[in-house]
């Protein structure tokens, strides 16, 4: 699954930065990179399936060895112009540069000359990809621009369709939120404070999956002048620092280094949702938070709120609760009905896929798998996908050997 781990790099840890954007408006190649963004997009939409029919058909192993390549290319030439400096001071209209990481490029001429390019060979990709026949995954396939109420609305339709079972605890989690806001008390702490919000449970449970249908419901993109996500998986420990410039980073659009220059800018005017995803915050590191909450309390209006997601245990961070407002919510597996139904949508591309008979000993075996797997709605989704790229007259054999594998 190596190609789709680099088309979502390129995706979410490359394209979106700040740096970039810094480079394409200096370089006046905007435009291009928003084609590359698209075309990398929509191949990232439907890799999963074509990962999966490679394994068994040449013509679509030949198209993902073609992807991996282009991907790693405009990987390369991406690094290449944030590495990219002007030549001394532009006293011309003609910008002279230096662009070490390509041979041959020496011009913005040249950088565009790329850039055409590998917009070309990653539009044909596409158009290779589509005569394949090769099937969207939802989620992957829908780019949620912040800017546009419409898209933001349409993904987290996309969202709640696809994480089946799970409406119930999103509201609970909005309901308390806004119960929270019309509040109104003599204590400082539930006003004036920063709220913290936990939301914890067993591993793979799917914590990160609810937080995002909160990050993109309707109410919360409304109710929060801005919402930051900050992934800590990138990081060994909990670090403090990190954290503000990453928020910083987000809100300004570019690196900011000066805690006070960024406040002059943004400072008290909004109300944030940040929400810190896979970070462990032990009690030995009570004074980091402190610092990272004394920031956010100088940033952020009041009724800000800051949600942490984690295999908490709720006594290893009592800390909270005599210093802001706390929320919690614990999240817990879907009921065997809703495992069944995701480990049907996965397995099934089309409704009248199987007949009454093989769809009736599909949803038996999903029953019986559910009893081993129920906290993890993750692996309802792998094990229907190996019943999805499986001819439907071998199904009896792969349901052989799982239970031989499970010992069921």
């Known amino acids: 699954m ?10 979410l840890e490359i394209l979106p930065t700040p740096e970039l954007m810094a480079q394409g408006r200096e370089l006046r190649i905007q435009n291009h990179l928003e084609m590359v963004h698209d075309c990398i997009w929509a191949l990232n939409a ?39 400096q002007p030549r001394g001071a532009a006293a011309s209209n003609l ?16 950088i565009l000359l790329e850039m055409e390019e590998k917009a070309r060979r990653l539009n044909y990709l596409v158009r290779r990809g ?7 995954e939802m989620m ?25 079972g799970r409406d119930d605890e999103v509201e609970k989690i909005i ?16 006003d004036d404070g920063l709220w913290y919000f936990l939301l914890s449970g067993p591993f793979l449970v799917g914590k990160t999956s609810i937080a995002r249908m909160v990050y993109h419901h309707p109410w919360v993109s409304k109710h929060f002048d801005r919402r930051v996500w900050i992934d800590g998986s990138k990081v060994s420990s909990f670090d403090a620092m990190w954290v503000i410039k990453e928020f910083m980073r987000s809100i300004a659009g570019e690196p900011c280094e000066d805690v006070w220059l960024f406040y002059d800018r943004f400072g008290g005017s909004h109300r944030y949702l940040i929400i810190l995803d896979d970070f462990f915050i032990g009690l030995d590191e009570q004074d980091k938070l402190f610092q990272l909450e004394h920031f956010f309390l100088l940033m952020g209006k009041p009724g ?18 005599s210093r802001h407002a706390f929320l919690r ?8 009905d809703n495992w069944v139904k995701l480990f049907m949508r996965h397995a099934l591309s089309h409704p009248d896929q199987a007949g009454v008979v093989e769809e009736w000993m599909l949803v038996s075996f999903a029953r019986r798998l559910h009893r081993y797997f129920s906290l993890y709605p993750l692996y309802a989704k792998m094990l229907g996908l190996i019943f999805r790229y499986t001819e439907m007259s071998r199904w009896q054999e792969e349901i052989d050997a799982l239970c031989r594998t499970e010992q069921i």
Not at 59 to 64: K, R, S
């Open 95 to 110: 910008l002279s540069c230096s662009f070490p990481n390509v041979d041959g490029v020496a011009s913005r001429h040249a």
């Open 2 to 11: 190596a190609v789709s781990s680099d088309l979502k790099f390129v995706l």
């Open 140 to 164: 992957d396939s829908t780019y949620p621009r912040r800017e546009e109420e419409e898209e933001k609305e349409e993904y987290f339709k996309i969202l709640r369709e696809e994480m089946v």
């Open 175 to 190: 309901d308390k939120i806004g119960r929270k806001r019309r509040r109104r008390s003599n204590s400082v702490h539930d």
């Open 46 to 84: 439907v890799i999963i399936d074509a990962q999966m029919r490679a394994l068994k058909e040449p013509e679509v192993e030949e198209w993902v060895n073609d992807v991996g390549i282009a991907v790693a290319d405009v990987e390369d030439l991406l690094h290449s112009i944030l590495g990219w």
């Open 130 to 136: 589509s005569s394949l026949c090769l099937r969207k």
């Open 304 to 321: 800000s709120l800051v949600m942490l997601i984690g295999d908490y245990n709720l006594d290893d961070i009592f800390f909270l609760r």
């Open 329 to 336: 919510q614990s999240v817990n597996t879907i009921s065997e």
